[in-house]
């Protein structure tokens, strides 16, 4: 009964680092999501994809890559992280637009 | 891009009393979710409206989806203390699976 699952829960990088955020659901959904999440901003859609093998831009994708090459499974790849990432970041899987969240990834640039 | 405007932006209300949040957007939406955001976790979906018009009910939740399509309103009765926290709009626009979000409204409740 696990649902969406988010690793790792808190993240610490320095400026220029890379990491890849894993993103994992069991409910064989076909689109998935990932969102930031800031003080006073609410969520914000970084990026997503309607299936396995594809992915889209969401608001802001910028310093961001994706990718789904397995439909349960969506990763979120920083390659150079700068203080501006830092943010909780949050995974969704779901259909017919109702989304299904996991419980976040805090991860502070510094 | 979309953006989606909720208010109040908090509120602090006595256990019992009831609550009425909106949210408004500067286009039209064909469906408008409502969640509920507790600390250290994701966002739980506590309503769906895919109509015009269309009124829902959660519990002590009650949703309505706006004839304009471009605001809905979220009623809670009789508040208690498990009610705490943020509460999110979302919607997508016709024929994107993009789902935007308002910036929450947080409800506190004071002993």
């Known amino acids: 009964n696990a649902g969406v699952t988010q690793t790792p829960k808190f993240r610490v990088l320095k400026t220029g680092q890379s990491m890849t955020l894993l993103c994992a659901q069991d409910?064989?959904?076909?689109?998935m999501y990932w969102y930031r999440q800031d003080p006073g901003m609410g969520l914000r859609l970084i990026h997503y994809?309607?299936?396995?093998?594809?992915?889209a831009k969401g608001e802001v994708p910028d310093g961001y890559n994706v990718s789904r090459l397995k439909k349960q499974n969506f990763l979120l790849g920083l390659e150079s992280a700068a203080p501006s990432q830092t943010s909780v970041y949050f995974c969704a899987s779901g259909f017919a637009r109702k989304l299904f969240f996991g419980s976040g990834t805090q991860l502070s640039v510094l | 891009g979309q953006q989606l405007n909720q208010s109040p932006q908090s509120m602090f209300i006595q256990e019992g009393e009831d609550v009425s949040m909106n949210c408004t957007s500067s286009?039209?939406?064909?469906?408008w979710l409502w969640y509920k955001q507790e600390p250290g976790e994701g966002p739980v979906l506590l309503i769906a409206?895919?109509?015009?018009?269309e009124l829902t009910s959660n519990g002590r939740l009650t949703a309505q989806f706006g004839i304009t399509r471009k605001d809905s309103f979220l009623n809670i009765s009789a508040s208690i203390p498990s009610d705490v926290g943020i509460y999110f709009c979302a919607g997508p626009n016709f024929g994107n699976e993009k789902l935007t979000f308002g910036t929450g409204t947080r409800l506190t409740i004071i002993p």
């Open positions: 409910m064989n959904h076909e689109y």
């Open positions: 286009s039209i939406f064909n469906t």
């Open positions: 994809s309607v299936g396995e093998g594809t992915t």
């Open positions: 409206l895919y109509k015009a018009g």
